[in-house]
């Protein structure tokens, strides 16, 4: 990992932040009161963020994604420190310690997974993190500074490294991720914070059966979820997904709450000379417009996937970017959760600003449904 050069610099502006804290983490439910963080501090952007423990009410989880430059084929990878209770599309049967891996092949074959870890450590550096679950074979780590992630699994019927170099600065919900004093929160009491909001993604995994995966030059993405109350507790429906179209880096989401307000996060960044430059990152319902193609808001239970999404974002001076999302591949949920679930990928995604357009796009959508 390329974490040297960039790591000294870090050291040099912010000496006091390199200091290494470890997280133990058994696989059994905490007894006990667990609180959430939503608000931002000094602590590791990417570390822990519930304390002391998880108990039966709570959930938190380090999820990776990566598709390739035609949107057909990707990778998900998410490490659980969640019990079933917290999150009901787990395994009922397991502890809270697990990693879940989601396979989409270019020919629409899908392959996932549940590892079940003994305990796990998590360590954080800077503001990055680092995750071993002994006995899943799933492990990750970063540079401090969060430039760049390494994933990678070693289990009986997979192995192989996800490797994430981003291109776009970390965020919280509702503002930048390096100020303090900023919202985390997703949704009613659901905490969310994007370390990696677009990446240049590699990935190379190979299967017990022979069969393989590989690809360069995807788009890539990491974040965390978390929460002290039920993920399903908290909202009625949701949309969440993360672009890339020309020179900018997208990531939204809408959570109609059940609290009957609807969360928004919108971000927007450029990418121009080799320079990153971050046009939109707030939560604010007038920034952003997420409208489902061929499907209501909210989504419900019967009617399932909508065909894309149009999506729009005011980006000050510069404008509106509309962002067109079509041609939407099953990469995981539908009928196997009964549609409370779906997540796809997409290589059909176009976007304009101004008169600038740009049609060689790619996404990885979700789509949470719970209303009848």
Same mark, same amino acid.
């Given at each position: ?8 610099? #870090? ?48 959930? =938190? ?23 079933? %209770?917290? #999150?009901?599309?787990?395994? &009922? ?8 891996? $989601? ?16 305990? @796990? ?17 799933? &492990? $990750? ?5 969060? =430039?760049? +992630?390494?994933?990678?699994?070693? @289990? ?6 996800? *490797? ?14 390096? /100020?303090?004093?900023? %919202? ?8 969310? %914070?994007?370390?990696? !909001? ?22 890539? +993405? ?17 949309? $969440?997904?993360? /672009? ?7 990531? $939204? ?12 996060? %919108? ?13 939109? *990152? ?14 209501? #808001? !909210? !989504? ?8 894309? #999404?149009?999506? /729009? ?23 196997? *959760?009964?549609?409370? +679930? ?20 790619? &996404? ?9």
């Amino acid at each position: 990992m390329l974490c040297r050069a960039a790591a000294a610099a #870090f050291v040099f502006l912010f000496p006091g932040l390199l200091l290494a804290d470890e997280y133990s983490f058994s696989n059994n439910v905490y007894v006990g009161p667990s609180a959430s963080q939503l608000v931002s501090d000094d602590s590791a952007f990417d570390g822990p963020k519930i304390s002391p423990g998880v108990n039966a009410s709570s959930y =938190q989880w380090w999820y990776f994604d990566a598709v390739s430059s035609d949107g057909l084929t990707s990778v998900v990878l998410t490490f659980f420190t969640t019990p079933p %209770s917290a #999150f009901p599309l787990l395994d &009922a049967t397991k502890g809270p310690l697990n990693v879940y891996y $989601w396979i989409r092949f270019a020919n629409g074959t899908r392959v996932s997974h549940e590892l079940n870890a003994s305990s @796990a450590l998590i360590t954080t550096d800077g503001d990055g993190s680092a995750g071993t679950f002994y006995g899943a074979g799933g &492990a $990750w780590s970063s540079c401090p500074a969060m =430039q760049s +992630y390494t994933v990678e699994l070693d @289990a009986l019927d997979i192995q192989g490294t996800l *490797t994430l170099t981003s291109i776009a600065a970390p965020h919280y919900a509702c503002g930048p991720g390096d /100020a303090a004093n900023q %919202s985390m929160r997703f949704g009613p009491n659901i905490g969310w %914070s994007n370390a990696v !909001p677009d990446a240049d993604a590699d990935a190379a995994f190979t299967f017990s059966d022979g069969s393989e995966l590989a690809f360069s030059g995807g788009s890539g +993405y990491h974040d965390m979820n978390w929460g002290n109350s039920p993920w399903l507790d908290n909202m009625l429906a949701a949309y $969440w997904g993360h /672009a890339r179209s020309g020179p900018f880096s997208i990531v $939204w989401s809408l959570v109609l709450g059940r609290d009957g307000r609807n969360y928004t996060t %919108s971000y927007v960044s450029k990418m121009e000379d080799g320079e990153a430059t971050t046009l939109l *990152t707030e939560c604010s319902l007038t920034a952003t417009v997420v409208s489902p193609v061929g499907g209501p #808001f !909210p !989504p419900t239970l019967s009617t399932g996937a909508p065909q894309g #999404f149009d999506l /729009a974002f005011d980006v000050g001076d510069e404008g509106t970017l509309h962002v067109q999302i079509r041609a939407l591949n099953v990469a995981a949920g539908g009928a196997s *959760t009964n549609n409370v +679930y779906f997540r796809w990928t997409s290589g059909a995604v176009t976007s304009t600003l101004g008169d600038d357009g740009f049609d060689d796009g790619v &996404a990885v959508l979700e789509q949470f449904a719970l209303l009848p």
